[in-house]
């Protein structure tokens, strides 16, 4: 008798893996069919004319003083380019970090305030200043009124370099970021001599750039260590790193564990031309413009 139910629980474990191996084949064929930004990204890219053989210039960090990070959400400056700033600051960099939003619309106040003193101790470790746009997690209001408030900050920073998600990174806020760039320079017109890092989050970049960061990976632990909220629901720190890790093939040479993070580096005018080929394409290119599931 145990015999014949041990099979039959084969039979059933069997069939159900092959029902869910179907339904998420097809899920998946659904989903890359509703990617209408494929062509538009690829139009984009296509403007920069990339060399198959581009090798990225491996830099100690960046040349530039007067850094400006925008970070969608509290700790994307820690997870993304941390390492990079804290090279920065070490060799003299002043750096100022803007937050696009505080949090999600339905958190509390206390929530939202604790995460905010987390930023503050993570930026503490490397000497940066914090601003806040005020924007909600996923609610970033892409206005005339947000664009314009953008381009005051970026006044009154002055900064000479200005880090930011880069702008295929997949998720919506992330690339909000760029195309709210593009609406204030379109507005307020920011100096040309403006550098521009874009950093990698959840998306591999396609990098011109790469910093070696393996002696300041632990420093890097420790800074997103700083965001404890977020980390008690995942190993941001473990993800970053490993990242880093996987950059390290972009090293010229890497014995042993190394850790390096990606960058793709452009003048202000360069980088506004890739962003005006793909968010004025005349597609969607947000998930929630072509697909309305609710994604983390």
């Not at 420790?222 to 720190?237: F, L, N, P, T, V």
């Amino acid at each position: 008798m145990a015999s014949a139910t041990n099979r039959i629980r084969a039979l059933l474990e069997r069939f159900f893996a092959l029902a869910w191996s179907r339904a998420s084949y097809r899920f998946m064929i659904q989903d890359w069919q509703s990617l209408s930004d494929l062509e538009t990204a690829s139009q984009a890219i296509n403007t920069l004319r990339f060399s198959r053989n581009l090798t990225p210039l491996e830099m100690s960090e960046p040349q530039g003083k007067r850094i400006c990070v925008l970070a969608p959400h509290i700790d994307d400056e820690a997870i993304g380019p941390g390492g990079t700033l804290i090279k920065a600051a070490r060799a003299g960099a002043q750096i100022d970090v803007v937050y696009f939003t505080r949090g999600r619309s339905h958190e509390s106040d206390a929530y939202r305030d604790n995460r905010m003193a987390e930023a503050e101790a993570a930026l503490a470790m490397i000497g940066a200043r914090h601003h806040y746009l005020g924007h909600m997690t996923r609610e970033i209001a892409m206005t005339e009124s947000s664009a314009k408030a953008l381009a005051d900050k970026l006044r009154e920073l002055e900064p000479d370099t200005l880090f930011l998600p880069f702008l295929f990174d997949d998720h919506d806020d992330h690339r909000r970021v760029s195309d709210m760039v593009l609406m204030a320079h379109e507005t307020a017109g920011f100096s040309p001599k403006l550098e521009i890092w874009a950093y990698q989050v959840y998306t591999a970049v396609l990098g011109n750039v790469v910093i070696d960061i393996s002696d300041v990976a632990q420093d890097k632990r420790d800074m997103i260590g700083c965001y404890a909220s977020e980390m008690a629901k995942r190993d941001w720190a473990h993800y970053a790193l490993g990242l880093n890790a996987w950059n390290l093939r972009f090293l010229k040479s890497a014995p042993g564990p190394r850790y390096a993070e990606m960058f793709f580096v452009a003048p202000l005018k360069d980088y506004m031309t890739l962003c005006r080929t793909y968010f004025r394409g005349g597609k969607p290119v947000y998930y929630d413009q072509a697909d309305p599931r609710p994604r983390d």
